[in-house]
């Protein structure tokens, strides 16, 4: 069973696989042992998936940690995903100030922060959000959900030695070949990979995965 506190252990580097957008690769990444998937909330996202046609996330529960992805939307949605029991995290991975995470703080609801990392003074206000996890992606202004380039990973392994009790979740452009650097690198509690494990926008690749969970010496 998969639960917040396996996936952000710091002890171990976990896997989550974003943009999964059917349930028969969400399954099969079950089976794998992913430890979470994301799906994407955000209509303007190439894997989008809307809330009426997300009912197979149910199926889910339990198996696999299911991270709902949203960019600058307000606490409506993403609470009535968590309490209908589609969700168990949420990500907020647009322009969220630490205020709009109140709600999910006062409802004791886990969320992952999104920072994308361009220089040291990005990071100045991560820990202000109250945030399970702050996952650092590479700065791009007005692109969201990631953009599949790497960023220097120093910055990240530098806020991971200035906050040793938080966890970190490394994105951008993290491929099998450079996961394990990666890993090795900057001591993440989880890799987030989209693009570097698709044959296309939402479709997985599965021998990429596999490769991934090699990688990382499963």
Same mark, same amino acid.
């Given at each position: 069973?998969?639960?917040? %506190?396996?996936?952000? &252990?710091?002890?171990?580097?976990?896997?989550?696989?974003?943009?999964?957008?059917? #349930? =028969?690769?969400?399954?099969?990444?079950?089976?794998?042992?992913? =430890?979470?998937?994301?799906?994407?909330?955000?209509?303007?996202?190439?894997?989008?998936?809307?809330?009426?046609?997300?009912?197979?996330? #149910?199926?889910?529960?339990? @198996?696999? $940690?299911?991270?709902?992805?949203?960019?600058?939307?307000?606490?409506?949605?993403? $609470?009535?995903?968590?309490?209908?029991?589609?969700? &168990?995290?949420?990500?907020?991975?647009?322009?969220?100030?630490?205020? =709009?995470? @109140? %709600?999910?703080?006062? !409802?004791?609801?886990?969320?992952?922060? *999104?920072?994308?990392? @361009?220089?040291?003074? &990005?990071?100045?206000? !991560?820990? %202000?959000?109250?945030?399970?996890?702050?996952?650092?992606?590479?700065? *791009?202004?007005?692109?969201?959900?990631?953009?599949?380039?790497?960023?220097?990973? %120093?910055?990240?392994?530098?806020?991971?030695?200035?906050?040793?009790? $938080? /966890?970190?979740? #490394?994105?951008?452009?993290?491929?099998?070949?450079? !996961?394990?650097?990666? !890993?090795?690198?900057?001591? /993440?509690?989880?890799?987030? +990979?989209?693009?570097?494990?698709?044959?296309? /926008?939402? +479709?997985?690749?599965?021998?990429?995965?596999?490769?991934?969970?090699?990688?990382?010496?499963?």
């Amino acid at each position: 069973m998969s639960s917040i %506190e396996n996936f952000l &252990d710091l002890e171990t580097v976990s896997l989550k696989i974003c943009g999964v957008t059917t #349930l =028969d690769d969400a399954q099969l990444l079950a089976k794998m042992g992913v =430890d979470a998937l994301g799906v994407n909330f955000w209509p303007n996202s190439k894997r989008y998936i809307a809330p009426d046609h997300a009912s197979w996330l #149910l199926e889910l529960e339990g @198996k696999i $940690l299911r991270v709902g992805v949203f960019v600058n939307q307000s606490c409506e949605l993403p $609470l009535r995903l968590i309490h209908d029991g589609y969700l &168990d995290v949420i990500q907020l991975h647009g322009d969220e100030q630490p205020d =709009d995470t @109140k %709600e999910f703080r006062a !409802a004791g609801i886990p969320f992952i922060k *999104a920072i994308g990392v @361009k220089t040291r003074a &990005d990071l100045r206000h !991560a820990t %202000e959000f109250g945030a399970a996890a702050i996952l650092l992606d590479a700065h *791009a202004p007005g692109i969201y959900g990631g953009t599949g380039e790497v960023f220097d990973w %120093e910055v990240a392994s530098d806020f991971r030695r200035q906050h040793p009790d $938080l /966890p970190i979740i #490394l994105a951008g452009g993290i491929t099998p070949e450079n !996961a394990g650097l990666a !890993a090795m690198s900057v001591l /993440p509690a989880a890799l987030d +990979i989209a693009s570097g494990a698709e044959i296309s /926008p939402g +479709i997985k690749d599965f021998q990429k995965v596999a490769a991934f969970l090699s990688a990382l010496h499963r």
